[in-house]
């Protein structure tokens, strides 16, 4: 079939009908969208949708039971009766969902008109199809990602969830309450002291808190790949385990760890040496937390803190409706018309639309998103304030 | 666990009547027919500076006034309230009138005779105590107590003054409520507060303009009306991207 502008993809995109169809294609093209690794997805899954009520909120509560604990039997006379036990408290939190955008595109007529005598003069709009799913989409959901990332490292890391960043509002989402926050400083020294013992410091707060919460839960310990590298490998304790550990592997006396290679002191070697022969010691997660927003370098990571918490998901993102999708689709001028497609698990949505300018017309795209990763972990998830030793 | 409301069980009956005072609901749009360019959205929205500190109504008309930086980001939003003189006064009461389709006040508001100029200054006065009660002649009033006096004749327009700087609290006016906002909730005293995780706060987005019949909106104060684009006695028209006044 010969080709035209009017049935072109790229024309099409904006169409009511095939519209959704296409950009769906172009959104589960990987090679289009290469979207890159995103830390949120390793934290938190995919949640519900939690409608928006009529009064504006889209107010969720997280609850949590904390377990029993155990005890000793009472001595009793022979048909002696009992006191019952005392059942498990339960905590909750609650917050609102709140509504994001990625920066809008425009165009107006006459550049779009520019754009199709192009796609005529080729004879395909292959490229400008690429173009506009790698340049002017692909940028837009990402930054729907890292707004999850930015939200979910700052409520990992403070037990707060507030959006300071970006061009729009400023507001606070939720907290973790202040009497549930559970916050301990580093052990005998500060972490950044190579001297500090932390590996005594890591398992006598795992300990502590198992003992206070009741319950032996598998941890991770989530640091940053800078505080990694810096503070716990270059750590005297870890040094000093690391090469006592690898020279009894390679069948050698335990004494004279001062004569081995400094090469060996990986990650690898941390995980083999260190966490492996430490019965119970947490598992160490590594993150990669900075980012770039509007060109410069953000780590939204809190300065100085590790995250002791249990292996697994810390949470849930948690979606609402997007108000835009019912005010266009059920009220929008019919002068214009728009289209919806769900993305990102139906986090995002894309709208595209076409709005009259003059005797002309515009063609937009937003990409939205109502949705927050919610921390439901936060009654056995510990920040450890690694630049403060103990009073 | 993850729920949408408070979890929490009670094998009873629990009584929750409350008093509802939203108000009614008045519509001021002029129907003028043909391209309107009103129902615009205004960039972000923004969290209400201003909210009411309880049950109250922002009226379809209602003016706001978004203010940006210089690089059109960061909006901070304010709500135009406006209360009328039910009598003349020069103490530290004041009588204002009260039926459905007012902005209520609440003790703690800082209140002030409209000035001059949107913006200006003027005395200010915090209220302290509020009742309803009647004029002599049986219109429902809100009586507030003021902790300073001010000078009111009957019919003047008072708005929300700013304690700090003894100006009007609104600095401009560029955006409308397209429709009512039912206030129902608790909100933070400062919303800009970080901290403040467990009161509310209030985001909308009003749109870029308004045309009105002006005895059906909220009060408005002279130094607003100066604003005016309309040339038909008794409508209001404003456009904020439109803006020849």
């Known amino acids: 079939m010969r080709f035209s502008v009017e049935n072109a993809a790229f024309t099409r995109i904006w169409d009511s009908v095939d519209g959704p169809t296409i950009v769906n294609m172009i959104l589960n093209d990987p090679d289009l969208m290469q979207v890159k690794p995103h830390y949120f997805r390793s934290a938190f899954t995919i949640g519900e949708l939690i409608p928006t009520s009529i009064h504006g909120d889209a107010s969720f509560t997280v609850k949590a039971e904390l377990p029993t604990h155990s005890t000793v039997m009472d001595m009793r006379a022979p048909l002696g009766e009992g006191k019952p036990m005392e059942e498990g408290e339960a905590l909750e939190y609650s917050g609102s969902i709140k509504g994001f955008m990625s920066p809008t595109w425009d165009e107006t007529a006459p550049a779009r008109m520019y754009k199709e005598k192009l796609i005529e003069k080729y004879g395909s709009d292959a490229v400008i199809l690429k173009d506009f799913a790698t340049k002017d989409l692909a940028p837009r959901v990402e930054a729907g990602y890292y707004t999850l990332d930015y939200l979910a490292i700052r409520a990992e890391t403070t037990l707060k969830a507030r959006y300071d960043v970006g061009r729009g509002l400023r507001s606070n989402i939720y907290a973790i309450p202040t009497e549930y926050r559970q916050k301990v400083t580093a052990g005998a020294k500060a972490w950044t002291d190579p001297t500090a013992d932390i590996l005594t410091s890591i398992m006598d707060i795992q300990e502590g808190k198992w003992l206070e919460w009741g319950i032996e839960l598998p941890m991770q310990l989530k640091v940053t790949e800078d505080f990694f590298k810096n503070v716990i490998m270059k750590n005297e304790g870890v040094i000093n385990t690391i090469k006592t550990n690898w020279l009894t592997d390679q069948g050698q006396l335990v004494a004279g760890t001062s004569n081995v290679s400094k090469w060996v002191i990986t990650e690898e070697n941390f995980n083999k040496y260190v966490a492996a022969s430490i019965p119970g010691f947490p598992k160490i997660t590594v993150t990669k937390p900075k980012m770039i927003i509007d060109k410069k370098l953000v780590d939204p990571w809190e300065d100085g803190i590790a995250v002791l918490c249990p292996l697994g998901y810390a949470g849930r993102v948690l979606r609402t409706d997007i108000l835009d999708e019912e005010v266009y689709s059920k009220y929008g001028n019919n002068a214009s018309s728009f289209n919806f497609t769900r993305t990102a698990d139906g986090l995002m949505l894309v709208m595209n639309s076409i709005i009259p300018n003059g005797s002309l017309n515009e063609r937009h795209m937003k990409v939205l998103m109502d949705a927050v990763p919610v921390l439901s972990d936060f009654q056995y998830r510990v920040l450890i304030d690694t630049k403060t030793a103990n009073a | ?245």
């Open chain 2, 1 to 245: 666990m993850v729920e949408q409301k408070s979890g929490g069980v009670f094998l009873g009956r629990a009584r929750i009547a409350k008093k509802s005072t939203n108000g009614g609901a008045r519509h001021c749009t002029a129907s003028f027919q043909g391209m309107k360019n009103d129902l615009v959205y205004i960039l972000w929205g923004g969290v209400l500076a201003n909210p009411f500190p309880g049950r109250a109504k922002l009226f379809e008309g209602d003016m706001l006034y978004q203010e940006l930086d210089d690089k059109a980001e960061h909006p901070k939003l304010y709500c135009l309230k406006t209360y009328e003189a039910a009598e003349a006064s020069t103490g530290t009461t004041l009588k204002i009138v009260k039926d459905g389709f007012r902005h209520i006040p609440f003790v703690g508001d800082t209140l002030m005779v409209a000035p001059e100029t949107i913006g200006g200054t003027g005395t200010v006065a915090n209220v302290t105590a509020k009742k309803v009660s009647k004029t002599t002649d049986g219109q429902d009033i809100w009586e507030l107590t003021l902790d300073a006096a001010l000078t009111v004749a009957k019919g003047d327009i008072l708005v929300e003054g700013n304690a700090e700087d003894n100006s009007m609290l609104v600095k401009g006016i560029n955006c409308f409520a397209p429709q009512d906002y039912d206030f129902v909730f608790e909100p933070a005293a400062d919303p800009e507060d970080a901290e403040d995780f467990e009161n509310a706060e209030y985001e909308l987005t009003p749109v870029i303009g308004f045309t009105g019949f002006i005895h059906r909106m909220s009060p408005i104060p002279a130094c607003v009306l100066k604003l005016n684009q309309s040339r038909f006695n008794g409508v209001w028209s404003f456009n904020a991207l439109n803006a020849s006044v």
